[in-house]
């Protein structure tokens, strides 16, 4: 490892990383957070480096985001999404890389809707590739924000009781979090319906409850999952109403988890349906603080894997 | 035309030989077997003596579920590639799919096939026709066309007979012509969109899972079809199985008499899914079935060494490399076997001691002989003289790059193994790839 612990080339998944490289992204987002209170909020450290934003689903937050902090970076950024994209129409995975490679980019952020997309990317070319969501695989920059938000609310992660809640199944950011967290000393419980709690989740090293109330019983922080509706017809929960009524976070519920327990959710809500208005916009949500920090947790990872702290030392 | 096959351990469970002994053959067919009589045997030009000592000598070794793409698909494989490697791997028979296009449902088809593998002969092939014209699963094929034109088993491998009236249909039918009815034990509505074994990998490599219930429920639905309708003669074969369940179920089925074999595939046996995870995603560890849980494979194992599984078959599926090089969820599913399966068994199921040689051979050779009905699985005198020979002391490094086969589609490639074959014989004569 480089003196200041990291050298990798890419940031694929919250698996890969040890403590200390979770630590230290966190410890870097510290140092750039303060650029978003700046009247100029814009720094040199990336002038001339060009990244590509390769978004092969349909991103509004993730992807301003990552446009925003490369933007801060003074970055060169360029979008594809495959919609407006001639670059990736039919074309193969692989093609798609070629074809990048020989743009010569110097760092990809790559979305796309099967797990194992970036990793494949990442092997094919030189670029550092910054993975932003691989179907229900990973998204680890998501749980980055999500514990550097935690770890500005409470102080610390290690030895707290977080509770997830939701469509488990379909979603990245609960398998990135789970990883972060526990490694970080983090105790996690998840909860949702059973049709969308995936085999096995146990041996992740999270406890399983089957109702809401279990699960955030005496929880620090309380992460609501997004619902996805277009899901429904596979027929995993009977009604929106339904799901409220059993898995919806309200003011009431909250009461059992332990007093001033955080409350956190990745985004886009469905209010009324994973969460009720009263608590997404109570005292203790920090949802809008974890939009905020994603911007300056993109800038660590992105400074990071550019590679200029070793042009530094 | 005569052949001495001299010095060779001859491994014959057929008749319950293991022995140092030598093989005469004439005119196609075992003409003696015994220490040695090869010396014996007059010398004359149409002589032809080959050296087996150190070598072990079987039956010719039948692969019952290989897919050759052709017709239709001739840019995975061809039946001139993929008997090659059925050669190159030992075997001296393969049994195709019918999932070519046009789907193997006629005897014109069927026809064509045996055509073409005989232009070659570098192996036998014995065709297996579909259950489901087109493979629709909807209405039976020409079953007896297809029959009087060589078909030797019924199948839609690649999909399931999903109609419960259709497998009834084709488990009755089938019996006018003592033909097996293969089946891919899949409900499709249970696995749907999964591309791995559900469990502990799917769930961190976040991929779609199919549940190995996907495959237990169809077994036990045509296992109950089998004994209500399969009469006296009705066969059923489970393909690829893969489940501990799946296993049970056959299993306690044919302690009741009923008519039911299965296969297990090489992969399932020495690979779980835990192998798509550490390999990261490698589409070579996509097949259906997919590869299951240590719990399931341990079950298979023992299935092996215990009886409970009749056959290993590779279920040989070539794939173009352009086709495997994408992301694991738009991959095709399947993998090569033909130039791995022997040398596999031999270093990891029968160096370790969980069978033994004349087991392998009973499981490679004389049980798919006997349930598809063909020649072959036994060198008793007068049979046909299809022979394997191969080296158990022989090391080998699978290189797909160097396979006859057209696919390069292994989780195998770079193993290194004890064990391979060294040559075939086909009614006596030596086959040359």
Sequence with gaps: MSPIGWDRKDLLAIADLSPAEIQLVLDTADSFRE???????????????????????????TRSSFEIAEKRLSADSINFSSSSSGLVKGESLVDTARNLEAMAPDMIVIRHADPGVPRMLAERIAAAVINAGDGAHEHPTQ??????????????????????????QHSRVVRSNIYLLTKMGASVTVAGPRTMMPAEIGKLGVRVEDNLEDAIRGADVVMMLRIQLE?????????EREYFMLFGLTRERLKAAKRGAIILHPGPMNRGIEIASEVADGPYSVILDQVANGVAIRMAVLYLLSGVHREIA | MRLVIRGGRVVDPSQGLDEVVDLVVEDGFVAGIGAGIGGKVRQSKNLEVFDASRLVVTPGLIDMHVHLREPGQEYKETIRTGLAAAAAGGFTAVACMANTNPVNDSRSVTEHMIAEAARHDTARLYPIGAVSKGLAGKELSEVGEMAEAGVVALSDDGRPVESSELMRRALEYSQHFDLVVIQHAEDLDLGAGGVMHEGE??????LPGLPGAAEDVMVARDLILLEDFGGARGRYHVAHLSTRRSLG???EARSRGLRV?????????????????????????????????ERDRLALLEGVADGSIDVIASDH???????????????????????STLSLCLDRLVRPGVIDLSRLVELLSCAPARILGVPGGSLSDGSLADVTVLSLESRTTLNSGRFRSKG???????????????ATFLAGRKVEI
């Design chain 1, 35 to 61: 650029i978003a209170e700046r009247p100029i909020k814009k720094v040199p450290t990336l002038r001339g480096r060009t990244v590509v934003n390769l978004f092969f689903e349909p991103s509004t937050r």
């Design chain 1, 143 to 168: 749980a980055l924000l999500d514990a550097y938000t935690i770890r500005a609310a409470k102080g610390r992660i290690e030895g707290l009781k977080v509770a997830i809640v939701g469509d488990i």
């Design chain 1, 231 to 239: 899901r429904q017809s596979r027929s995993l929960f009977p009604s």
């Design chain 2, 201 to 206: 990998f799917s769930t961190r490599t976040g």
């Design chain 2, 249 to 251: 179920l056959v299993h």
């Design chain 2, 261 to 293: 074999t299965c296969e297990a595939t090489p992969h399932h046996l020495l690979l779980t899914d835990s192998e798509v995870w550490s390999s990261h995603l490698s589409t070579d560890t996509k097949m259906k079935p997919p590869l299951r849980s």
């Design chain 2, 317 to 339: 599926a070539p794939h173009h490399a352009d086709e495997k090089d994408v992301q694991y969820s738009c991959a095709p599913f399947g993998i090569v076997g033909l130039e």
């Design chain 2, 408 to 422: 390069r589609n292994t989780p195998f490639d770079g193993w290194k193994l004890k064990g391979r074959a060294v």
